[in-house]
């Protein structure tokens, strides 16, 4: 090789590998720093972009799973208050069984009576205060607008119906009593408290009265089991939810994670280089002075 004063091509060259070396040490610093071997879309242009869709669905999955616990949150509450009316029920019906044995004189059957007016007035608070975030459950109006219908929970990531789950109307019908026994017990007359008191209490109908509790509390256990099904249902999307958003973090780990042992070996590596390099430069740059030496 000639040599030359005014292009020092040995140090065109050092000074490459010095910037290659200093390029590779400044990444390896970053990924150790910031525990990411993509760090701009540079580093890997697809997986970048791969990293960030599979962010944007973790965090839409986190808010699935907030929707699908305040689904079951939901359910619970309108279990409690199912079973808290249930159980008003059937105080109603052993007192109307005990007024229907015909052994109990006027004042024990006003007695009776007032206690199950009491039971079916408790029944109406308890419909008409059961609500959650706002939205009434027991008084057919649980839907915007007072329409009775169903509640959909966004427990998926689409708008698709695979993406949701249809909590069923019948869940959210009124509970007061009289809608409950003129609507199934089969007696229209029984609209109010004191006409279900009454046929409660008499000579000639509490027996009579009996069936008609008993279809009522049918359908307070019919609503149940629908309940405990949206529950199971509910369950089920919170788990999915888990295994979901735990494999796709796992992917992200793989795609985006950096390997610290691997950088940081990558770090003494590019260091010993970059050193080198700057060493080899400095030479590099003595060498047109060789020149002199021939003058």
Same mark, same amino acid.
């Given at each position: 090789?000639?040599?030359?004063?005014?292009?020092?091509?040995?140090s065109?060259?050092?000074?490459?590998?010095?910037?290659?070396?200093?390029?590779?040490l400044?990444q390896?610093?970053e990924?150790?720093t910031?525990g990411y071997k993509?760090?701009h879309a540079?580093?890997?242009?697809?997986?970048y972009?791969i990293?960030?869709n599979?962010?944007t669905?973790?965090g839409?999955l986190?808010v699935?799973?907030?929707?699908?616990a305040m689904g079951?949150?939901?359910?619970s509450?309108?279990?409690?208050? $199912?079973?808290?009316i249930? +159980?008003?029920?059937q105080?109603v !019906? %052993?007192l109307?069984?005990? *007024?229907?044995? =015909?052994t109990y004189?006027?004042?024990?059957?006003?007695a009776?009576?007032?206690?199950?007016?009491a039971r079916?007035?408790?029944?109406n608070r308890i419909?008409?205060?059961?609500?959650?975030?706002g939205?009434?459950?027991?008084?057919?109006t649980?839907?915007s607008?007072g329409?009775?219908t169903a509640?959909?929970?966004?427990v998926?990531? $689409?708008s698709s119906?695979d +993406?949701?789950?249809?909590?069923? !109307? %019948?869940?959210?019908k009124? *509970?007061?009593? =009289?809608?409950l026994?003129?609507?199934?017990?089969?007696?229209?007359?029984?609209?109010?408290?004191?006409a279900i008191?009454?046929?409660?209490?008499?000579a000639s109908?509490?027996?009579?009265t009996?069936?008609?509790?008993?279809?009522?509390?049918?359908e307070i256990?019919?609503?149940?089991?629908?309940?405990?099904?949206?529950?199971n249902r509910i369950?089920s999307?919170?788990?999915?939810?888990?295994?979901q958003?735990?494999n796709?973090?796992?992917?992200l780990s793989?795609?985006?994670?950096?390997?610290?042992?691997?950088?940081?070996?990558?770090?003494i590596?590019?260091?010993?280089l970059?050193?080198?390099?700057?060493?080899l430069l400095?030479?590099?740059?003595?060498?047109?002075?060789i020149a002199l030496?021939?003058?």
């Amino acid at each position: 090789m000639a040599l030359t004063i005014n292009t020092n091509i040995s140090s065109i060259v050092a000074q490459r590998n010095l910037s290659n070396a200093t390029t590779s040490l400044n990444q390896a610093i970053e990924r150790m720093t910031t525990g990411y071997k993509i760090n701009h879309a540079g580093d890997n242009a697809a997986g970048y972009s791969i990293a960030r869709n599979w962010e944007t669905q973790l965090g839409s999955l986190d808010v699935a799973a907030d929707n699908a616990a305040m689904g079951a949150d939901m359910m619970s509450t309108l279990e409690d208050h $199912y079973s808290l009316i249930s +159980s008003h029920l059937q105080r109603v !019906r %052993d007192l109307t069984e005990q *007024a229907a044995n =015909g052994t109990y004189g006027t004042a024990s059957l006003n007695a009776i009576k007032s206690e199950i007016t009491a039971r079916l007035d408790e029944v109406n608070r308890i419909s008409a205060n059961c609500e959650y975030n706002g939205r009434k459950l027991m008084t057919g109006t649980a839907a915007s607008g007072g329409i009775e219908t169903a509640i959909n929970l966004q427990v998926g990531l $689409y708008s698709s119906g695979d +993406s949701q789950i249809s909590l069923s !109307r %019948d869940l959210f019908k009124s *509970a007061n009593a =009289g809608t409950l026994f003129s609507t199934y017990s089969g007696d229209g007359s029984l609209s109010s408290v004191d006409a279900i008191a009454t046929a409660c209490t008499g000579a000639s109908t509490a027996a009579t009265t009996l069936n008609k509790i008993d279809k009522v509390i049918n359908e307070i256990s019919s609503r149940t089991t629908t309940l405990g099904a949206a529950q199971n249902r509910i369950d089920s999307a919170i788990e999915s939810i888990g295994v979901q958003s735990e494999n796709i973090t796992s992917s992200l780990s793989t795609l985006r994670d950096a390997d610290i042992s691997k950088e940081s070996s990558n770090y003494i590596k590019a260091q010993i280089l970059q050193q080198a390099a700057a060493t080899l430069l400095s030479t590099a740059n003595q060498t047109p002075s060789i020149a002199l030496n021939l003058l």
